[in-house]
């Protein structure tokens, strides 16, 4: 199939599946207002916006970290806060401190915090919630585990002792990590629906429909609340994105994030655009890197050869309508490590990966298996196309989307397609880290280790940032993945309401909202 075949028969598709894919990669979501009623004009205003799907929890054991923080975002402090520049702040902590070694972090609670009961938030609340989700299997667990022992020497004052330097401990704690239960209430039944926490919003029991619709009034003697505008929030469950565009058209929400081929129309509809790039990473993952299931890939003349395939500014212009940035990098445009220069490394060369192949000792190439999820469908083509063109055969096996966690996990795949959510460097790293589901295989290689290990020990910024560049520059040397393209999204807002986030915060809030001055 050529190239314009396949732009004109899949473009559309392909555009729904990226918008689709990104949200569930966490970084975006669709703000929806009832009608145009809804005013943001005054700190009375409603922010209402629907989600791709609902959280799966609201106890602090089990947050994930996707769209559903949208929801528990708002009823619980984190103890640190994410700016939109991705640098760390003072939150339900009003300072932290690290020791020289690394091996001690040192927080001060905020004084006359109270959680929404009234009661005190104190450090032994801290302790309570992080020692119950480091003792709960959940997707918040693995990120606390680095922490030791949990010291509390006065009621503001919580000590982390950990077992090894973790530089993504502290971004932890400005995520779901971080969050703050109340101990009296954490163990009862109604924590995963209607938990007690000291953010910044109740849940409106009356309102929320549990998988559906959730609604948050906010607490007006919150020690944050002038941080937060809007007085109701409303959060929806609406999957389906021509539902939400027609909304935005009809004049139904004030707010929504859109296909890059809608902008001009609705822009030309009074909406204001602000597109937020490097959203997230679309990239062909290359878990095999030691070559089990298949040995070329242990070589990295071939990992090269796959990079050198895919002629990564056409696929951006023809499959994404150019919403996005050719890139051969893993790491965020916006974070510490990117390096503009590092994209030269890889260009679209087929007779150069052919030679690099035959180098390897596969000059015929080779067989490669990867799971088709309802998600990666649309992609197929284009992997497929381009890998064939230097002489590697892709199959597809379908793989339910429930099912494709797991299916990685047992490595039947040596590669994956994926996209995902753009965040701090730190906690982008632990992608690599043997531990971790994109590395099912638990690759290792000693330069990279110890290149992990002098970022985790690195207190100075400066240096910190040296290191993780350096991290980056051996990912792209040695073809430890094949990034394609970081995906801009465009968010339109209208009647007061403004976009403000740019990317970097790497948690959904409400705090991405503002009104317009």
Same mark, same amino acid.
């Given at each position: 199939?050529?190239?314009?075949?396949?732009?004109?028969? &899949?473009?559309?598709? #392909?555009?729904?599946?990226?918008? +689709? @894919?990104? $949200?569930?990669? /966490?970084?975006?979501?669709?703000?929806? *207002?009832?009608?145009?009623?809804?005013?943001?004009?005054?700190?009375?205003?409603?922010?209402?916006?629907?989600?791709?799907?609902?959280?799966?929890?609201?106890?602090?054991?089990?947050?994930?970290?996707?769209?559903?923080?949208?929801?528990?975002?708002?009823?619980?402090?984190?103890?640190?806060?994410?700016?939109?520049?991705?640098?760390?702040?003072?939150?339900?902590?009003?300072?932290?401190?690290?020791?020289?070694?690394?091996?001690?972090?040192?927080?001060?609670?905020?004084?006359?915090?109270?959680?929404?009961?009234?009661?005190?938030?104190?450090?032994?609340?801290?302790?309570?919630?992080?020692?119950?989700?480091?003792?709960?299997?959940?997707?918040?667990?693995?990120?606390?585990?680095?922490?030791?022992?949990?010291?509390?020497?006065?009621?503001?004052? &919580?000590?982390?002792? #950990?077992?090894?330097?973790?530089? +993504? @401990?502290? $971004?932890?704690? /400005?995520?779901?990590?971080?969050?703050? *239960?109340?101990?009296?209430?954490?163990?009862?039944?109604?924590?995963?629906?209607?938990?007690?926490?000291?953010?910044?919003?109740?849940?409106?029991?009356?309102?929320?429909?549990?998988?559906?619709?959730?609604?948050?009034?906010?607490?007006?003697?919150?020690?944050?609340?002038?941080?937060?505008?809007?007085?109701?929030?409303?959060?929806?469950?609406?999957?389906?994105?021509?539902?939400?565009?027609?909304?935005?058209?009809?004049?139904?929400?004030?707010?929504?994030?859109?296909?890059?081929?809608?902008?001009?129309?609705?822009?030309?509809?009074?909406?204001?655009?602000?597109?937020?790039?490097?959203?997230?990473?679309?990239?062909?993952?290359?878990?095999?890197?030691?070559?089990?299931?298949?040995?070329?890939?242990?070589?990295?003349?071939?990992?090269?050869?796959?990079?050198?395939?895919?002629?990564?500014?056409?696929?951006?212009?023809?499959?994404?309508?150019?919403?996005?940035?050719?890139?051969?990098?893993?790491?965020?445009?916006?974070?510490?490590?990117?390096?503009?220069?590092?994209?030269?490394?890889?260009?679209?060369?087929?007779?150069?990966?052919?030679?690099?192949?035959?180098?390897?000792?596969?000059?015929?190439?080779?067989?490669?298996?990867?799971?088709?999820?309802?998600?990666?469908?649309?992609?197929?083509?284009?992997?497929?196309?381009?890998?064939?063109?230097?002489?590697?055969?892709?199959?597809?096996?379908?793989?339910?989307?429930?099912?494709?966690?797991?299916?990685?996990?047992?490595?039947?795949?040596?590669?994956?397609?994926?996209?995902?959510?753009?965040?701090?460097?730190?906690?982008?790293?632990?992608?690599?880290?043997?531990?971790?589901?994109?590395?099912?295989?638990?690759?290792?290689?000693?330069?990279?280790?110890?290149?992990?290990?002098?970022?985790?020990?690195?207190?100075?910024?400066?240096?910190?940032?040296?290191?993780?560049?350096?991290?980056?520059?051996?990912?792209?040397?040695?073809?430890?993945?094949?990034?394609?393209?970081?995906?801009?999204?465009?968010?339109?807002?209208?009647?007061?309401?403004?976009?403000?986030?740019?990317?970097?915060?790497?948690?959904?809030?409400?705090?991405?909202?503002?009104?317009?001055?």
């Amino acid at each position: 199939m050529s190239a314009d075949s396949l732009h004109s028969r &899949v473009r559309f598709r #392909l555009l729904a599946a990226l918008i +689709a @894919l990104v $949200t569930l990669a /966490a970084l975006t979501a669709c703000a929806t *207002g009832e009608s145009d009623k809804i005013s943001a004009q005054s700190r009375d205003g409603t922010l209402s916006f629907g989600v791709q799907s609902a959280p799966n929890s609201l106890d602090p054991a089990q947050l994930t970290e996707g769209q559903g923080a949208y929801v528990w975002a708002g009823l619980f402090d984190t103890l640190l806060y994410l700016d939109n520049d991705g640098k760390l702040q003072p939150n339900a902590a009003e300072s932290w401190q690290l020791s020289d070694d690394a091996l001690t972090v040192t927080l001060k609670l905020r004084s006359g915090m109270t959680f929404s009961t009234g009661a005190p938030v104190t450090s032994a609340a801290v302790k309570a919630t992080m020692e119950r989700t480091k003792a709960t299997a959940g997707p918040m667990q693995n990120w606390l585990q680095v922490i030791q022992t949990i010291q509390t020497p006065d009621e503001r004052t &919580v000590v982390l002792q #950990l077992a090894k330097p973790d530089a +993504a @401990l502290l $971004t932890a704690l /400005a995520m779901g990590g971080g969050v703050i *239960g109340d101990p009296a209430t954490l163990t009862q039944s109604r924590t995963a629906l209607d938990p007690v926490g000291s953010g910044p919003y109740t849940l409106n029991t009356a309102e929320t429909v549990n998988g559906t619709t959730y609604v948050l009034n906010r607490r007006d003697d919150h020690w944050n609340a002038q941080a937060y505008p809007f007085r109701t929030v409303k959060i929806r469950v609406i999957a389906d994105p021509t539902a939400r565009l027609n909304a935005l058209q009809a004049g139904e929400l004030n707010a929504g994030s859109v296909l890059a081929t809608h902008v001009d129309r609705l822009k030309s509809s009074g909406f204001q655009v602000t597109p937020v790039e490097g959203s997230s990473l679309l990239s062909l993952v290359l878990v095999d890197r030691k070559g089990e299931l298949v040995p070329a890939l242990g070589d990295a003349r071939v990992r090269k050869a796959i990079n050198m395939a895919f002629d990564r500014p056409k696929i951006v212009e023809q499959i994404a309508a150019g919403a996005g940035t050719a890139t051969v990098q893993t790491f965020s445009p916006k974070g510490i490590a990117y390096d503009p220069a590092l994209n030269a490394t890889f260009g679209f060369d087929v007779d150069g990966a052919k030679k690099l192949l035959a180098e390897a000792g596969y000059p015929n190439g080779f067989t490669v298996t990867l799971p088709e999820t309802v998600h990666a469908k649309t992609f197929v083509p284009t992997v497929t196309q381009s890998l064939a063109a230097i002489g590697i055969t892709a199959n597809w096996e379908q793989v339910p989307m429930q099912q494709a966690q797991a299916a990685i996990a047992s490595k039947r795949f040596p590669m994956m397609l994926a996209i995902d959510g753009t965040a701090p460097f730190a906690r982008e790293l632990q992608g690599f880290m043997p531990t971790h589901s994109r590395n099912p295989f638990h690759t290792v290689d000693p330069e990279l280790s110890a290149l992990i290990d002098q970022y985790n020990r690195t207190v100075d910024p400066q240096r910190a940032t040296e290191v993780a560049k350096a991290i980056n520059a051996f990912a792209v040397r040695t073809a430890w993945d094949a990034p394609m393209f970081h995906i801009t999204v465009n968010w339109v807002t209208k009647g007061g309401v403004v976009f403000v986030a740019t990317g970097q915060q790497g948690l959904n809030t409400v705090r991405q909202f503002d009104i317009a001055q």
